[in-house]
């Protein structure tokens, strides 16, 4: 009985001390329960519409530079990436180390310094990871409470997580500075000192319409020629 005691004891041992390392080796992650994603959430309200993942469903990733794949997810509302370790243990990719990287079915997740979010970070995807300039977008969603009705007229909402928004940001490389991608064409242009004329003249003979996402990535690459 107490060789069986002590096997149980080395096994359970051995198992926290893979989860500790995995965690680790993930960039000093934080062990977390689903709970603790909903701190500002109505926890009593059992009935809330939608979801705020992009996928609910955990998908198998690569995660850089580690060169490991894990299953992640990523929650949109607090713009987190989830990893599952085993069935039982979730943790949080480290947003701050920002050499990390996760490859989601070819679509490459980043973060980078974001003024605009409440920790400074941010996570984005890129469509290509080019040398000097990439077009990287910013996928969120929000959470509202469940309102009463406000009288007997009006129906009582419940609370919802809304559908994904996403903004296109430019990154360059050489600053380590990002800029929401300009609406007008002009401000576009102005964005690339020094090669203004160049980039003008290649949107007009290729008839590029910076609206489409295609149209926007084919300049970009090509900005990065130059």
Partial sequence: MKSLYLFIITILFSFSNTIYSQSNSLGGTNAVSYASFYNNIDSNNADIKGTPYLNEAFTMATILPLNEKYPVRYNAVNDVIEVKLQDDSIIILNKKNLDYSVNLNNTIYKSFKYPNSKDGLGY??????????????????????????????????????????????????????????????????????????????????????????????????YINTL
């Fill in 124 to 221: 984005f995807s890129l469509a290509n990871n080019n040398d000097k300039v990439n077009i990287i977008t910013r996928s969120t969603k929000n959470y509202y409470k469940a309102k009463p009705a406000a009288n007997s007229y009006s129906a009582a909402k419940k609370a919802y997580f809304d559908e994904v928004k996403t903004t296109n940001f430019i990154y360059f490389t050489s600053t380590n500075t990002i800029k929401e991608f300009p609406k007008k064409t002009k401000h576009f242009i102005a964005l690339f000192k020094g090669k203004e004329e160049l980039v003008k003249k290649y949107i007009k003979q290729e008839k590029i319409n910076l609206k489409q996402h295609t149209d926007a990535i084919k300049v970009i690459k």
